[in-house]
């Protein structure tokens, strides 16, 4: 079983960039299929992106299109997520989530698909 912490999560002004990033530990991180996710205050947990455990497959929900970036580096069981041009509405914890996959290429975009879970680590864009 892979535990994960989330870290860089911090205060940024609208228009500026953050990297925030999952530590994984246990020896499976690269057989997992990993996805980030953001809950703001009074809303339901929604999807970011996610990436398949090969690293070679990429997804993302269309307000983070272009300007969001995930990536993964196995040899280091880590997974970041680069976020550029920030924007107010972007204010959200953000969740590393992770389960075990069978494909290389496959990648989750359901809360319901992935079974561990960080604890979130906060980012807040100013305006």
């Known amino acids: 079983q892979v535990q994960l912490v989330e870290s860089g999560g911090g205060l940024v002004q609208a228009g500026g960039s953050l990297r925030v990033s999952c530590a994984a530990s246990?020896?499976?991180?690269?057989?997992?299929?990993m996805g980030w996710f953001r809950q703001a205050p009074g809303k339901e947990r929604e999807f970011v992106a996610a990436?398949?455990?090969?690293?070679?497959?990429?997804f993302y929900a269309n307000s983070v299109k272009g300007r969001f970036t995930i990536s993964r580096d196995n040899a280091k069981n880590a997974l970041y997520l680069q976020m550029n041009n920030l924007k107010p509405e972007d204010t959200a914890a953000y969740y590393c989530?992770?389960?075990?996959?069978?494909?290389?290429?496959?990648?989750?975009?359901?809360?319901?698909?992935?079974?561990?879970w960080g604890q979130g680590t906060q980012v807040t864009v100013s305006s």
């Open positions: 989530a992770g389960r075990s996959s069978s494909s290389s290429n496959s990648y989750y975009i359901h809360i319901t698909d992935y079974d561990t």
């Open positions: 246990g020896r499976t991180f690269s057989n997992y299929g």
């Open positions: 990436i398949s455990m090969s690293g070679w497959i990429t």
